[in-house]
């Protein structure tokens, strides 16, 4: 079957860093979404991973490694916006479009 | 670029009635717009996918009957919950992927669905 793990909750501090992380078990893979997911609203695009490797976009970066099924998201330099879920998404094998999300991981910020 | 609006962004019904969600796609074309629910502190959870011009694919567990959806257009899908109960309450979301940007999806805001 298919299956997406991550952990449930994470706490970090104002200004640290802290790494969320997503290991993937499919028949298949066609790449690695992460999506950001404040409280009561729609999910939001954070980046796409197809090949290994790290994709610095900013304070996010997401690094893949297709060989483990396994995948994180870096946030650096936290603020308190931050504060949110973070979706780990696998675009699955039968589709271009269709996507096998993992439950997400509630991140709490602290001063 | 690249948004997707969905209409209402919350609605009260009574249980029995039936409501009808809009989602469009409002500076590009999208091939495909897939439905989402999701309960409380809980993942997405995909409904169905929808393809213009024809009838949507709906999940395992997901009622056709009772969640009608209607793709008329290259930006336009509606989702109708029919004869809706208590249960059927949550927040329902909308993604559409661009037709020369097949790998991305973007969502709509969402509408909160309260069934009385």
């Known amino acids: 079957g298919q299956n997406i793990d991550q952990p449930t909750e994470m706490t970090a501090t104002e200004g640290a860093i802290v790494q969320i992380n997503c290991t993937y078990q499919?028949?298949?893979?066609?790449?690695l979404f992460w999506y950001q997911q404040h409280a009561g609203e729609a999910p939001t695009f954070l980046s796409y991973?197809?090949l290994d490797g790290l994709e610095e976009k900013g304070r996010f970066s997401s690094f893949l490694s297709r060989s483990k099924g396994y995948s994180y998201l870096l946030l650096k330099e936290l603020q308190m916006k931050d504060s949110a879920s973070y979706l780990c998404?696998?675009?699955?094998?039968?589709?271009?479009?269709?996507?096998?999300w993992g439950a997400g991981t509630k991140l709490i910020i602290k001063p | 670029g690249a948004v997707v609006s969905q209409h209402p962004s919350w609605v009260i019904c009574k249980s029995g009635t039936s409501v009808k969600i809009e989602c469009r796609s409002l500076?590009?074309?999208?091939?495909?717009m897939f439905w989402y629910r999701q309960f409380p502190k809980q993942s997405l959870m995909l409904m169905a996918t929808?393809?213009?011009?024809?009838?949507?694919?709906?999940e395992q567990g997901v009622e056709k009957d009772k969640f009608l959806i209607n793709h008329a257009s290259l930006t336009l899908s509606t989702l109708t919950v029919t004869s809706a109960h208590p249960e059927d309450s949550s927040f329902y979301i909308c993604?559409?992927?661009?037709?020369?940007?097949?790998?991305?999806?973007?969502f709509g805001p969402g509408t909160r669905l309260t069934v009385t």
């Open positions: 500076d590009f074309q999208a091939t495909t």
């Open positions: 998404a696998v675009r699955a094998p039968d589709s271009n479009y269709q996507l096998i």
């Open positions: 929808s393809n213009e011009g024809s009838k949507a694919t709906y």
């Open positions: 499919t028949s298949g893979f066609n790449g």
């Open positions: 991973n197809v």
């Open positions: 993604s559409a992927s661009p037709m020369d940007q097949s790998y991305e999806q973007y």
